[in-house]
């Protein structure tokens, strides 16, 4: 990979300086906590659904969505299909409701509806995975920039760490907010500039057309799945029920982003904020897709590395397996020359169907010299008692912008990179530090002052942002990052959501029957989970969302009826 030129350092020092400064100066001085945690409600419609977009956002959609389009095409959008039922259904029922009670935090409501001990409960559930989330968004671009500028991974966690500390600390909400409008800005700036040089980067006599044609061909274009199987983790009916549920519990109840709309002047600016989220949110993920894709055609006609990881590499070429992982190198370069010429046959034949299957068949090939290069890399890995990542999805966009785009403008994708990575984690840490102050320190220790809740606040984000740098500092690879964050959010958020709708639609249940509830879906979701990760059950992460809601709703319903049938026994 090549070494960062000085116009690639200056661009990305300048953007991330600039972020950072302007957050800080934009909010200083936050007098009271409804300004340091709501922001004063003073954002509008755009800055909120800018500000939730940026919140989702973070740096693993731009390092691993590209990747994960790469090498299983635009099936992956169809995850993000139930957010705009879900946007609707949290506008009607959850945002009239929170600005009503005028809370600070979702799990406010719960002590209001049930007892203390189901708000607690839900704070907790939702501070452990976020917590995780939070070190999961710091590491991600750490671990791909570590590669890129050589420096090792705990250094990078900690600037990554502090940088967002410094703003999110000093200027609460309204400096999440303020920033994360911009960082939108220089994100939808890289991605567009990324995407036409790819295009401008393919042969001449191959157009934009002609490169859906090979994508499709490819098998890389097929968008919509509508069967049942369970075997497809991303199918239409899994991103409509699963996804649903996923975005409801995400949305609706998660503080880091109920914190965001929470900052809006009216119900209608929440309500817009949203609606702007769930218009835009789907095609951004598609394009961000189809900006995998065209890497993927653009490798077609430019020779790959076998693994696009080059720390996995050295590894292995620094081993006794360096013959076996070069012979597979090298088959793969005759591969690359056999497929030009049937790419052309494909292209300018009128007869598409042998050429369509020699090129299908090229595809195949190709999978499985890679797959041989990971095994040989895990090999390695384990004689020599090392942590690798032999799956190189996650650094195949990063790899394509470093050897590829002009000076300058890799200092820009770095910067976007980086900002996501800022913009999602700085929303996290705002969230973890509102609900531990407000849910657990001030709902325990009895009121405070203006002074001292503020006071509170900025020292349990801080506190945040130091436990996600080590979250950070210990986490390792799992198969696709952005698949790990929501792998993490789908064992918790199913039982959170049910216990929301609990709360909203079966009003005949009391705490007590839904907070035992709670505890025993928990479990039952995590066994499930385990389960299906040692293949003793076949149900992908996203079903967890609508089993977990499905099952805390049942047990608290039959929780609840068994004890008021034993009340009328008893009587």
């Known amino acids: 990979m090549h070494a960062l030129n000085w116009v690639d350092w200056i661009v990305l020092i300048i953007t991330l300086l600039a972020i950072v400064i302007y957050g800080t100066w934009q909010t200083r001085g936050s007098k009271n906590v409804k300004d340091y945690l709501r922001g004063g409600n003073s954002s509008k419609w755009w800055t909120i659904g800018l500000s939730v977009m940026a919140t989702q956002a973070s740096a693993i959609t731009f390092l691993s969505t590209p990747g994960q389009a790469f090498n299983d ?24 409701l929170y600005y009503r009670l005028n809370v600070y935090t979702a799990y406010e409501f719960l002590e209001n509806r049930f007892d203390l001990k189901t708000r607690t409960l839900a704070a907790l559930l939702f501070l452990i995975q976020r917590g995780l989330a939070a070190g999961i968004t710091i590491f991600a671009p750490a671990i791909i920039l570590s590669v890129v500028l050589g420096w090792d991974l705990l250094t990078l966690n900690i600037i990554i760490g502090l940088l967002v500390i410094i703003y999110t600390v000093s200027g609460g909400t309204r400096a999440v907010n303020v920033t994360q409008k911009h960082q939108m800005v220089v994100i939808f700036i890289g991605m567009w500039v990324a995407f036409f040089i790819i295009i401008s980067k393919l042969p001449e006599d191959i157009t934009f057309i002609k490169a859906l044609e090979i994508a499709g061909a490819s098998g890389k274009m097929k968008v919509l799945d509508f069967s049942f199987s369970l075997n ?25 982003q109920v914190q965001r709309y929470l900052s809006g002047k009216s119900v209608k600016e929440m309500q817009l904020g949203l609606i702007f989220n769930g218009l835009l949110k789907v095609p951004m993920q598609f394009f961000i897709l189809l900006v995998g894709v065209m890497v993927f055609v653009f490798y077609q006609f430019n020779n790959a590395p076998i693994n696009f990881n080059p720390t996995a590499t050295e590894l292995v070429l620094n081993s006794k397996q360096a013959e076996a992982f070069q012979a597979l190198q090298s088959e793969q370069d005759n591969l690359f020359d056999n497929r030009q010429q049937i790419i052309k046959d494909f292209l300018n034949t009128k007869d598409k169907k042998q050429a369509l299957k020699d090129l299908r068949k090229m595809n195949d090939l190709n999978a499985n010299v890679k797959h041989e290069a990971r095994l040989i890399i895990e090999k390695v890995a384990e004689e020599q008692d090392v942590k690798i990542e032999s799956n190189d999805k996650d650094y195949v966009f990063i790899h394509f912008i470093l050897n590829n785009l002009p000076r300058g403008l890799i200092g820009l994708l770095l910067a976007v990179i980086l900002s996501a990575a800022m913009s999602s984690t700085s929303s996290e840490l705002n969230a973890l530090g509102s609900t531990t102050t407000i849910d657990l ?65 079966f009003k005949f249940v009391k705490g007590n029957a839904v907070f035992i509830a709670a505890i025993v879906t928990q479990i039952i979701v995590f066994i499930l989970y385990v389960l299906n990760e040692y293949e003793m059950i076949n149900l992908p992460f996203l079903w967890l969302n609508f089993v977990g809601c499905i099952i805390v709703i049942s047990m608290a319903c039959l929780f609840q009826l068994i004890k008021t049938n034993e009340k009328s026994v008893t009587a």
């Open 441 to 505: 320190y001030i709902r325990n220790t009895g009121e405070k002052t203006e002074t001292e809740k503020v006071k509170a606040s900025k020292w349990f984000t801080f506190a945040w942002g130091i436990i996600a740098i080590g979250v950070a500092c210990v986490a390792n690879l799992a198969e696709n990052l952005i698949q790990l964050v929501n792998i993490i959010g789908s064992i918790f958020y199913g039982n959170v959501l049910g216990i929301f709708l609990l709360a909203f639609f």
């Open 73 to 96: 095409g635009m099936g992956f959008v169809q995850f993000y299909f139930g957010l705009p039922i879900a946007m609707v259904v949290i506008c009607m029922v959850f945002i009239p």
């Open 232 to 256: 497809n983790r991303y199918t239409f009916w899994s991103g409509i029920i699963g996804g649903t549920f996923l975005m409801l519990s995400y949305f609706g109840t998660d503080q880091s």
